[in-house]
């Protein structure tokens, strides 16, 4: 047999050939340096800070595992850790409250829809905002808060001002947006559950909760995941609600790791950039855990495609 | 459908589904109204304790006052400064990265891909040092700029997993046709793929816009004058100027959530399809 000529001809330039392998990185350049100096080497050079000693100004000074062992010790940053600890576990029952709301609003009366974005619309608010409306809420002496718990136990309580209830004062607060952002998840979610499936469970026998876990839930999963995702994120990034409530009083009952590093790095009475970083570490650390859940899960689900 | 339409219900429960809606918004919606109407009192209600009450008159002279006599309308100005260009440079950039990691077919695409994924979950301080750092070197610490260019680069990591996961379930059969006519890859890029993502585009600028809007931790550290801070920041230094001045703290959160607000309202069928992207299969 003798060999064909190339049917594009010697004409063929060198980019004509090789366009299909470079392309992909061509249109990659941009955004893979935009994040690698702004969030990839960032993450490389908050390690390497969390070892020296620095002000942010005069020459940095090397002090190996100083700054991880002053944090051991450091009674703030245990309770800063203990309230991430309560913000973790609290900021979950988003997740069920999501979903009792979304089931609730799965209705086709009129005006429903209406009601679905209005119940939704915290979200869309700046938690800045969202902290301004629950101080307000808290407010001792007029706070709606306060005069309801005046009514029930005589006397009134300002949540934000006692050291003991502050904290759950403002996860309370953060639940309210993330409530919201779940149940449109779910919505979304339940608008896509094979109305044949539930039919045929109905005339199985199943309803209610029964229902809801064997049959609803198992199709519901996706949107599970992608809630209990923004969840944990959300838990683990709460800075704006305690730095606007109470600015990590009361007697910095309220810290929580992310406000407290910005406190250490930024605070008034001298930076702290090293030992902030090293607050950072650890912080990225325990959230790394969950990243590397999220991601391996993703992957594994690209893999099976 | 699930739960059971409430239309196959008995008339008693359709009716107290009915009366139950509007009762259940109210209670969920109670501090935002609670604002919305301090918002709208003068001082000397509050002073004289009309709390809950309706006000006595409509004290719109609140919103004059935190805009003009409080500089408000500055921050207002400065979130605009920033979030508008973040919008537009995050969405190209990930339009490119998309098509990239949607379309070819190359080693390291996963891998290039979940580092965009996973470093969108970090946490913001394990970045602030160096990026504050970083900032200053380049001579932009308390310039919008300074927080254009980190919310361009941080967002595209979002940006680029919603686009990817657009690019790659749009039918393979367009490009191919297309290469087979000799179209080069950037006119596929330009002709034949940009126009089938404008879905994507419009869905991700208004995500984009809130969460730029509403950001509060870059604010603060990357920027520091009433001149260049955004109003989530604005507003909290203010709220220490008003020490509970509540008529003015109210009326300054609801004209610093309006635009976001009034986005979502505009935009709401591609706003819910960015947030829900993957949460049904």
Same mark, same amino acid.
């Given at each position: 047999?003798?060999?064909?000529?190339?049917?594009?001809?010697?004409?063929?330039?060198?980019? /004509?050939?090789?366009?299909?392998?470079?392309?992909?990185?061509?249109?990659?350049?941009?955004?893979?340096?935009?994040?690698?100096?702004?969030?990839?080497?960032?993450?490389?050079?908050?390690?390497?800070?969390?070892?020296?000693?620095?002000?942010?100004?005069?020459? /940095? =000074?090397?002090?190996?595992?100083?700054?991880?062992?002053?944090?051991?010790?450091?009674?703030?940053?245990?309770?800063?850790? /203990?309230?991430?600890?309560?913000?973790?576990?609290?900021?979950?029952?988003?997740?069920?409250?999501?979903? @009792?709301?979304?089931?609730?609003?799965?209705?086709?009366?009129?005006?429903?829809r209406i009601?679905k974005s209005l119940?939704f619309f915290?979200f869309v608010i700046?938690?800045?905002?969202? @902290?301004?409306?629950?101080?307000?809420?808290?407010?001792?002496?007029?706070?709606?808060?306060?005069?309801?718990?005046?009514?029930?136990?005589?006397?009134?309580?300002?949540?934000?001002?006692?050291?003991?209830?502050?904290?759950? @004062?403002?996860?309370?607060?953060?639940?309210?947006?993330?409530?919201?952002?779940?149940?449109i998840?779910?919505?979304?979610?339940?608008?896509?559950?094979?109305?044949?499936?539930?039919?045929?469970?109905?005339?199985?026998?199943? /309803?209610?909760?029964?229902?809801?876990?064997?049959?609803?839930?198992?199709?519901?999963?996706?949107?599970?995941?992608?809630?209990?995702?923004?969840?944990?994120?959300?838990?683990?990034?709460?800075?704006?609600?305690?730095?606007?409530?109470?600015? @990590?009083?009361?007697?910095?009952?309220?810290?929580?790791?992310?406000?407290?590093?910005? =406190?250490?790095?930024?605070? =008034?009475?001298?930076?702290?950039?090293?030992?902030?970083?090293?607050?950072?570490?650890?912080?990225?650390?325990?959230?790394?855990?969950?990243?590397?859940?999220?991601?391996?899960?993703?992957?594994?689900? =690209?893999?099976?495609? | 459908?699930?739960?059971?339409?409430?239309?196959?219900?008995?008339?008693?429960?359709?009716?107290?589904?009915?009366?139950?809606?509007? &009762?259940?918004?109210?209670?969920?919606? %109670?501090?935002?109204?609670?604002?919305?109407?301090? $918002?709208?009192?003068?001082?000397?209600?509050?002073?004289?304790?009309?709390?809950?009450?309706?006000?006595?008159?409509?004290?719109?002279?609140?919103?004059?006052? &935190?805009?003009?006599?409080?500089?408000?309308?500055?921050?207002?100005?400065? $979130?605009?400064?920033?979030t508008i260009?973040?919008v537009i440079?995050?969405v190209?950039?990930?339009?490119?990265?998309?098509?990239?990691?949607?379309?070819?077919? #190359?080693?390291?695409?996963?891998?290039? #891909?979940?580092?965009?994924?996973?470093?969108?979950?970090?946490?913001?301080?394990? +970045?602030?040092?160096?990026?504050?750092?970083?900032?200053?070197?380049?001579?932009?610490?308390?310039?919008?700029?300074?927080?254009?260019?980190?919310?361009?680069?941080?967002?595209?990591? #979002?940006c680029?997993?919603f686009?990817?996961?657009?690019?790659?379930?749009?039918?393979?059969? %367009?490009?191919?046709?297309?290469?087979?006519?000799?179209?080069?890859?950037?006119?596929? #890029?330009?002709?034949?793929?940009?126009?089938?993502m404008k879905p994507a585009i419009a869905a991700l600028s208004v995500l984009i816009f809130t969460f730029i809007w509403n950001?509060?931790?870059?604010?603060? &550290?990357?920027?520091?004058?009433?001149?260049?801070?955004?109003?989530?920041?604005?507003?909290?230094?203010?709220?220490?100027?008003?020490?509970?001045?509540?008529? +003015?703290?109210?009326?300054?959160?609801?004209?610093?959530a309006l635009p976001p607000v009034a986005m979502f309202f505009l935009m709401q069928k591609h706003f819910i399809a960015g947030l829900t992207l993957?949460?049904?299969?």
């Amino acid at each position: 047999m003798t060999a064909l000529p190339d049917a594009h001809g010697p004409k063929r330039s060198w980019w /004509k050939s090789n366009q299909q392998k470079l392309t992909p990185w061509l249109f990659l350049a941009p955004g893979i340096f935009m994040f690698a100096v702004y969030v990839v080497w960032p993450i490389f050079a908050s390690f390497q800070f969390s070892f020296y000693d620095w002000d942010g100004l005069s020459p /940095k =000074e090397w002090v190996g595992w100083g700054n991880y062992q002053e944090l051991w010790g450091d009674r703030n940053f245990i309770i800063s850790l /203990k309230n991430n600890l309560i913000w973790l576990v609290l900021y979950m029952l988003a997740v069920p409250a999501g979903l @009792g709301i979304a089931i609730f609003l799965n209705q086709t009366v009129s005006g429903i829809r209406i009601y679905k974005s209005l119940f939704f619309f915290p979200f869309v608010i700046s938690q800045v905002v969202v @902290g301004l409306m629950f101080a307000w809420f808290y407010a001792p002496n007029f706070g709606l808060f306060f005069q309801l718990t005046e009514w029930l136990f005589g006397t009134g309580t300002a949540v934000l001002a006692n050291p003991d209830y502050a904290t759950y @004062g403002i996860i309370v607060a953060g639940l309210w947006p993330q409530i919201a952002y779940c149940m449109i998840l779910y919505l979304t979610g339940l608008n896509n559950v094979a109305p044949d499936q539930i039919e045929a469970a109905r005339l199985d026998g199943a /309803k209610g909760l029964k229902m809801l876990w064997y049959v609803v839930l198992p199709q519901l999963r996706p949107a599970t995941f992608i809630a209990v995702v923004v969840t944990v994120i959300g838990a683990l990034r709460s800075f704006d609600l305690v730095s606007i409530m109470t600015n @990590g009083g009361p007697f910095g009952q309220t810290r929580v790791l992310s406000f407290y590093m910005y =406190e250490k790095a930024l605070s =008034e009475y001298g930076y702290r950039m090293g030992y902030g970083a090293a607050i950072a570490v650890v912080l990225f650390l325990i959230m790394m855990v969950f990243i590397a859940g999220f991601v391996w899960k993703m992957v594994r689900d =690209e893999r099976g495609h | 459908m699930f739960p059971r339409p409430i239309a196959q219900r008995s008339r008693a429960a359709q009716l107290t589904y009915q009366a139950l809606l509007p &009762v259940a918004l109210i209670l969920w919606l %109670l501090p935002l109204l609670g604002i919305a109407m301090t $918002s709208i009192k003068p001082s000397s209600d509050l002073a004289a304790g009309n709390y809950f009450g309706l006000p006595t008159h409509i004290a719109i002279e609140n919103y004059w006052t &935190v805009l003009f006599d409080f500089d408000l309308w500055k921050y207002i100005r400065n $979130s605009f400064i920033v979030t508008i260009p973040t919008v537009i440079g995050s969405v190209a950039l990930s339009c490119l990265t998309g098509f990239a990691l949607g379309i070819y077919r #190359f080693k390291g695409n996963l891998l290039i #891909f979940f580092m965009f994924v996973a470093g969108n979950f970090v946490p913001f301080q394990i +970045l602030m040092v160096p990026v504050r750092d970083l900032t200053l070197n380049l001579g932009m610490y308390n310039t919008p700029q300074a927080l254009i260019l980190f919310h361009i680069a941080f967002q595209t990591g #979002f940006c680029t997993l919603f686009m990817r996961n657009f690019i790659a379930a749009l039918p393979r059969e %367009l490009i191919e046709a297309a290469r087979v006519e000799g179209v080069a890859e950037w006119r596929i #890029f330009w002709f034949v793929v940009l126009p089938l993502m404008k879905p994507a585009i419009a869905a991700l600028s208004v995500l984009i816009f809130t969460f730029i809007w509403n950001d509060f931790f870059w604010a603060t &550290v990357l920027t520091t004058s009433a001149e260049t801070r955004p109003v989530t920041a604005g507003l909290s230094s203010l709220n220490g100027q008003w020490v509970a001045a509540w008529h +003015l703290v109210s009326a300054g959160s609801i004209v610093a959530a309006l635009p976001p607000v009034a986005m979502f309202f505009l935009m709401q069928k591609h706003f819910i399809a960015g947030l829900t992207l993957g949460a049904v299969k």
